[in-house]
């Protein structure tokens, strides 16, 4: 997503730098002496709970260096960054991707009061202090980065986290009781490993298929020969960025109602919410009225990178006149 905000902004006449990994694959002017902790671990096997601080670490103060050169600092990063910024803080924008309503956020919030903050949600931006209310972006991705696919699908799909927040054995149980195949991709969870090996893998078989991670290549051939995304949520989902992705390929979802879900999913235009697995057994019954092509539509009318590059660049442009 940020990578897709940054060419999007460059397209729309904005001079970017991007603080990140040596290794990004970017054509984005790129500022970054260590490698990304995925690199680390691939080449060390294992390495210390400590080094994504290290990593961050050596970011900021790549960024404090350079701090003097930026009308604005976007910052997608945790904590340490506010802190840093100090009187720049009134021209920087930071964007949350994780829930906003738990202690570690209420603590943050409280000692930044000041800090501006970019909710990728209404839903997520309740939980905000008024005073860190910069606006509502919703997220985007690049325009052509999957293609539309005419359906009607193969089986079902479910991409996401192996985890309780995310429930794929919610997904399965609605694919098997439908009479459907589903094909489920993700990570497993690093906080919660044992949720996979209890909860998911003994709903497997020949018709509940699990494909592990996947690059975008893989991920839109699996979107676009889907019938329909399942998205089971069981948390206050911040965004859920597989959802347009979905879209993108004209793939209808069904979303548990939580969080953002009614502000991405269209009821009866680009999918269902539901509240159930049974509300999820209805909708599959009903998923051939959606129409592919208008899901499709709908996703380059709202969820564009250069909607996102436009709608950031209009509060950078608000916070500049402060």
């Not at 209310?133 to 991409?159: M, N, Q, T, W």
């Not at 979303?255 to 680009?270: L, N, Q």
Request: with cysteine; hydrophobic share 45%.
């Amino acid at each position: 997503m940020i990578h897709d905000l940054c060419v999007a902004l460059q397209r729309s006449g904005v001079e970017v730098t991007l603080f990140g990994p040596s290794d990004s694959a970017t054509d984005v002017p790129l500022v970054g002496n260590l490698p990304s902790l995925s690199s680390l671990e691939r080449k060390y096997g294992s390495v210390p709970p400590s080094i994504p601080a290290v990593l961050e670490a050596a970011r900021m103060e790549d960024l404090r260096l350079r701090l003097d050169e930026f009308d604005i600092v976007h910052c997608h990063g945790e904590f340490f960054h506010a802190a840093l910024l100090g009187e720049k803080r009134r021209h920087s924008l930071t964007t949350i991707h994780w829930r906003v309503d738990e202690l570690d956020r209420e603590l943050f919030f409280g000692a930044f009061p000041d800090l501006p903050v970019a909710a990728i949600s209404a839903s997520q931006e309740s939980g905000l202090l008024l005073s860190n209310r910069a606006g509502v972006v919703h997220h985007g991705i690049e325009r052509d980065r999957y293609r539309f696919s005419a359906g009607p699908g193969r089986h079902l799909a479910f991409i996401g986290r192996m985890t309780d927040q995310k429930r794929p054995d919610t997904a399965i149980r609605v694919a098997t009781a439908a009479g459907r195949a589903i094909r489920l991709a993700g990570t497993v969870d690093v906080g919660n490993p044992l949720y996979f090996e209890r909860e998911v893998k003994p709903l497997l078989s020949n018709d509940a298929v699990y494909v592990g991670p996947l690059g975008d290549a893989a991920k839109g051939e699996l979107l676009g020969q889907a019938e329909a995304l399942l998205f089971p949520v069981d948390w206050p989902e911040p965004f859920g960025l597989v959802m347009i992705e979905a879209m993108a390929c004209g793939t209808p979802v069904i979303a548990w109602d939580r969080g953002s879900v009614r502000e991405v999913v269209e009821d009866g235009v680009t999918g269902f919410v539901v509240r159930s697995e049974e509300e999820a057994l209805a909708a599959l019954a009903r998923i051939g009225s959606i129409d592919r092509a208008g899901v499709r539509r709908r996703f380059e009318e709202r969820f564009t990178s250069d909607r996102m590059a436009a709608d950031y660049v209009a509060l950078y442009r608000k916070l500049l006149s402060h």
